[in-house]
């Protein structure tokens, strides 16, 4: 067998993690952690409440210690019920004498049929953290994009309207995960301000194939609201990002691997370039991690520019004292005539024909 010749492309080969989801920090370059009164150790609470149904679907992945007995299998569903009746009561009031808060996963189909549970929840000032329709709703990989936003959606949005509480986190049932289910979840985050945006797919040699929503990273009060997006194409992979700044300049914010100080940005990425095309709005600068790493750095923000990567960097717009770094080597930037100053006409008078 012949490995083909990008077999060993990988966008993400570098130190740390191998995603986009947040940069990555070292521990033993991180500041220490002081907890309050000088405490040691800081100490969550999740407690989870599941709902096993007795009538199952088969749909998807079947969850551990589910029921596997012939229907109806009151063996395992008395015993898996047992906490939602009996066992969640005693833990709570646990945590109540010692005065803990804690965050409590649900199921919605518990929250439906177990209302008293929901009010103690309630009651108690916990937080309630979303997980998942029911025990039948396993997040898997053999789950359809489509199928898995439908279950994130309802299983929120039931949470929401019983509890009357935001309800921002989430926490997959018997521990299922795939890869596009942070993407999903993110999507559904429910947060303001909302965003809407439209993708076209223009180009028929690289038609857009699938679109998502990204978190924008940024030190805390540095912007307004923000959003991000990855749309995948046959042969390229874009990034969009959108701020609206809420401190003085300065402060950078970062989608993906790109980290900038510009209101807008555009980045294609294509599998024989790290960065093929970069447009900034409002901005100085754009840069990303890593020894292939490109750092593009104009003297003071502009208007709008745009760079492409080719054999040549050319730059379109206001790119004067430009600066070009690719993998630690500065590389020539040539302006395009286009978007080279023209030389003024005053003075010079022509006749209409030479028109």
């Known amino acids: 067998m012949v490995l083909p010749a990008n077999y060993f492309d990988y966008p993400f080969r570098r130190p740390g993690m191998d995603h986009d989801?947040?940069?990555?920090?070292?521990?033993?370059?991180?500041?220490?952690?002081?907890?309050p009164n000088e405490a040691r150790i800081a100490l969550w609470v999740l407690p989870t409440l599941?709902?096993?149904?007795?009538?199952?679907t088969s749909m998807g992945v079947k969850p551990a210690g589910g029921l596997d007995r012939p229907f109806p299998d009151y063996w395992n569903y008395t015993l898996r019920d047992y906490g939602n009746r009996v066992g969640f009561a005693r833990i709570f009031r646990a945590l109540e004498a010692r005065r803990l808060k804690a965050s409590i996963a649900m199921?919605?189909?518990?929250?439906?049929?177990?209302p008293h549970v929901l009010h103690e929840v309630n009651r108690l000032a916990f937080e309630l953290v979303a997980h998942g329709i029911d025990m039948d709703h396993i997040h898997a990989s053999g789950i359809s994009r489509e199928v898995e936003?439908?279950?994130?959606?309802r299983s929120l949005s039931t949470l929401r309207k019983l509890s009357g509480q935001p309800v921002k986190g989430w926490y997959s049932p018997a521990y299922g995960r795939i890869d596009r289910a942070t993407t999903v979840r993110v999507g559904h985050g429910?947060?303001?301000?909302?965003?809407?945006?439209?993708?076209?797919?223009?180009?028929?040699?690289?038609?857009?194939?699938?679109?998502?929503?990204?978190?924008?990273?940024?030190?805390?009060?540095?912007?307004?609201?923000?959003?991000?997006?990855?749309?995948?194409?046959?042969?390229?992979?874009?990034?969009?990002?959108?701020?609206?700044?809420?401190?003085a300049r300065g402060a950078t914010w970062r989608v993906g691997e790109f980290e900038t100080d510009a209101r807008a940005l555009f980045?294609?990425?294509?599998?024989?370039?790290?960065?093929a095309r970069v447009a900034l709005v409002d901005g100085s600068f754009v840069r990303t991690p890593g020894r292939r790493g490109i750092q593009f750095v104009l003297p003071r923000a502009v208007p709008a520019v745009h760079v492409d990567f080719g054999a040549d960097a050319r730059v379109a717009g206001a790119a004067q004292g430009?600066?070009?770094?690719?993998?630690?080597?500065?590389?020539p930037v040539a302006t395009?005539?286009?978007?080279?100053?023209?030389?003024?006409?005053?003075?010079v008078r022509r006749d209409r024909r030479d028109f």
Request: charged letters at 25%; a neutral charge.
């Open 50 to 56: 599941e709902f096993f149904p007795l009538e199952t």
């Open 336 to 347: 395009d005539r286009r978007s080279a100053p023209r030389e003024s006409n005053r003075g």
């Open 149 to 153: 936003r439908e279950w994130v959606e």
């Open 21 to 35: 989801r947040y940069a990555y920090s070292s521990l033993f370059k991180r500041k220490s952690v002081q907890w």
């Open 267 to 275: 980045c294609r990425v294509t599998g024989d370039r790290p960065v």
């Open 322 to 331: 430009a600066r070009l770094v690719v993998g630690g080597h500065e590389q």
């Open 190 to 247: 429910g947060g303001t301000p909302f965003w809407m945006m439209s993708v076209f797919d223009l180009n028929p040699q690289n038609v857009v194939t699938d679109v998502e929503c990204l978190p924008v990273w940024a030190e805390a009060g540095t912007t307004a609201h923000a959003t991000g997006l990855r749309i995948t194409r046959a042969g390229s992979v874009d990034y969009a990002l959108f701020v609206e700044p809420a401190a």
């Open 107 to 114: 199921s919605s189909r518990l929250a439906e049929r177990y």
